[in-house]
């Protein structure tokens, strides 16, 4: 397989992944990467995620960093945050996530 095409099949196991983060949810970079088999291209996930070309079906929006701090968002932060608190995820006064349980980390069943 060439480079390019690695790169298509990967940005597309990015994108199916994202797209299973329920509503509500949240997931980190290095949860998706690993949920892929690429534990360690957290930052590889997080660039193919900027790229996104569709990002209503493909909610980049749930995929924050480990630390709860939101990260970045094509759209900007701020609309990232809005996107979020519409669905439900509560965030604290810093602007990180407010309730662990909001975590999605791919091992739960889906409803």
């Known amino acids: 397989?060439?480079?390019a095409m690695a790169s298509r099949q990967f940005k597309d196991e990015v994108y199916a992944a994202t797209r299973r983060?329920?509503?509500?949810?949240?997931?980190?970079?290095a949860l998706l990467a690993a949920a892929i088999g690429r534990p360690h291209a957290a930052r590889a996930v997080g660039n193919a995620l900027h790229r996104n070309p569709t990002p209503g079906p493909v909610p980049c929006h749930r995929v924050v960093r480990s630390n709860g701090n939101l990260g970045g968002y094509v759209h900007g932060g701020a609309r990232k945050r809005s996107l979020l608190m519409s669905?439900?995820?509560?965030?604290s006064s810093n602007g990180r996530i407010a309730s662990p349980g909001t975590l999605f980390t791919f091992m739960q069943q889906e409803a």
Do not use: A, H, K
């Open 1 to 3: 397989m060439n480079r």
């Open 21 to 29: 983060i329920p509503c509500g949810r949240v997931t980190s970079y």
């Open 87 to 91: 669905e439900g995820v509560r965030l």
